[in-house]
């Protein structure tokens, strides 16, 4: 059977297709070399979702040098900075990059850090591609610093997204849908028709780069050659060529990753362009289980809050499963008020009033914006239902136990601008996928729970089942606080 990504197919047939993983564990090893290679891993992420397959990161929300020197000097592998660029126009998302990328270049300077770049993209390929990767290169150059190559990652293990034969695959149960034939595909603003990384690259870079200038390190070097083999290929980058690491496990990555330590320590340097699971690799930060209830560091408060923002299909099915739940108490944010000058403030008003009652009254609240895939990718109402968020979240005077946002936009118009947090703390994963950040002590509700919860990722009753488990931590919190439960 080919595997072309013209048509979907099994995915017991592909795996089938290639050669066995490579016989070593890597993980010890490279942890090791990490460590003392020194070098921090920035990550510029599009959304504030990256944190999907990690624990233990800063994650920023702003990029002064008061803001990246504490990070940059710290003991930690890596951090975040949400640029949020997948939320803007092309020319915002370039004049971002840029900003950032100064600023990064300044204070590594200042204070002698070496470090890598790396733009974390949503895995199903959306985003301002080349123009936010040209405008970082282009800064970072002119501060001394070359790249011999660019390495394109788009493997989301949690997320069902592989990557073999260079074609993007969507895991669906045992069907693999080539990427450009979903949902994700259609994106008004992002939208593509290559499943093949290749000519994905080609069709971003419209013909500048063609497929066949694309390096691709393949399943058969992965995974026969192992990490010399790698280092092999990635000798041949020269003037920032695109490279594709096609990986369907995680010791796919620990081979490709070791592959580029030995590259990188023959003088080669790279930027980078992934999903979130090359990031748990390359940072070295071992794994860790699904938070426990005692692992969100809750507080005596009122009920919880679930903000569903994301309108792509899978977030409306999962509200639809939510809202369903149990004394748990919808209110709908009717995006057609906020969008009408003459209505959006008695809109918000309502919306804040019910909340407050509820959360007085101790329920848990799913708050949602009325749904219109019309509205699907349209920056500009995007930009407007984001505004009416942050109104209403620095409006909020009543501190919830926890917040969800389903959404990346929704997450950050919620921390950064509606919550006042600059830097919080990325704990681990409520689910595969879902990540969870604390909110760091200069926001307006310090050491909140706040679970960023992806739009395109989780099954239908994903939401919910976040839902209960954070009901159930709240639970055992009041239990402990009455002498009833030790732990």
């Not at 748990?280 to 426990?292: A, F, Q, V, Y």
């Not at 919306?351 to 007085?360: N, P, T, Y």
């Not at 239902?385 to 917040?403: C, D, F, H, K, N």
């Not at 601008?417 to 703390?425: E, F, K, P, T, V």
């Amino acid at each position: 059977m080919p595997f072309t990504g013209t048509h979907t197919v099994s995915k017991t047939a592909l795996l089938r297709a290639l050669p066995p993983e490579w016989f070593l564990d890597l993980s010890d090893s490279l942890r090791q070399r990490i460590q003392q290679a020194n070098r921090k891993l920035i990550v510029f992420d599009d959304d504030p979702t990256g944190a999907q397959a990690l624990h233990s990161a800063y994650v920023l929300t702003r990029w002064t040098s008061d803001d990246l020197i504490p990070a940059l000097t710290d003991s930690n592998p890596l951090f975040f900075i949400v640029s949020n660029t997948r939320s803007m126009s092309r020319e915002e998302a370039i004049g971002t990059n840029r900003e950032i990328a100064t600023a990064i270049a300044t204070a590594a300077n200042a204070c002698g850090i070496d470090f890598d770049v790396l733009i974390r993209g949503d895995s199903t390929l959306r985003g301002h591609f080349p123009h936010e990767r040209n405008a970082i290169q282009e800064v970072l150059q002119s501060h001394n610093h070359t790249f011999d190559g660019t390495i394109l990652c788009p493997f989301f293990l949690e997320g069902g997204r592989l990557t073999a034969f260079d074609v993007q695959w969507v895991a669906e149960g045992d069907r693999l849908i080539p990427a450009g034939q979903t949902e994700y595909a259609q994106d008004r603003t992002f939208g593509y028709t290559a499943s093949n990384l290749c000519d994905w690259v080609a069709e971003k870079t419209g013909g500048h780069i063609k497929a066949s200038d694309v390096l691709s390190l393949s399943l058969d070097v992965i995974r026969c050659e192992g990490p010399d083999g790698v280092q092999r290929i990635l000798s041949q980058a020269k003037n920032g060529r695109m490279i594709i690491v096609n990986a369907v496990t995680y010791r796919d990555l620990q081979v490709a990753v070791a592959g580029l330590l030995k590259a990188q320590d023959h003088g080669q340097r790279f930027l980078f362009r992934t999903a979130a699971s090359f990031l748990k690799i390359r940072s070295g930060i071992p794994d860790r289980e699904l938070l426990r209830h005692q692992d969100f560091g809750m507080t005596e408060g009122r009920g919880g809050l679930t903000i569903v923002g994301s309108y792509v299909q899978k977030s409306t099915d999962q509200l639809q499963v939510a809202r369903e739940l149990t004394g748990v108490v919808s209110i709908e944010l009717t995006v057609e008020k906020i969008l009408t000058p003459a209505t959006s403030c008695e809109e918000i008003h309502r919306v804040v009033a019910a909340i407050h009652h509820a959360l007085q009254a101790n329920q848990d609240i799913i708050l949602f914006t009325s749904r219109n895939k019309d509205w699907a990718g349209n920056l500009e109402i995007g930009k407007q239902i984001g505004q009416a968020l942050i109104t209403l979240m620095s409006t909020l005077t009543e501190r919830p136990q926890y917040v969800i946002a389903k959404g990346g936009n929704t997450a950050l118009s919620v921390v950064r601008d509606g919550l006042n947090a600059r830097q919080s703390w990325a704990i681990g994963q409520i689910l595969p996928g879902v990540p969870v950040w604390r909110l760091g002590a200069e926001s307006r509700f310090p050491d909140l729970p706040m679970v960023v919860f992806p739009g395109n990722v989780g099954q239908p009753n994903s939401l919910a089942e976040a839902i209960e488990h954070l009901r159930a931590a709240s639970r055992h919190l009041n239990a402990s606080s009455r002498g009833l439960d030790s732990g």
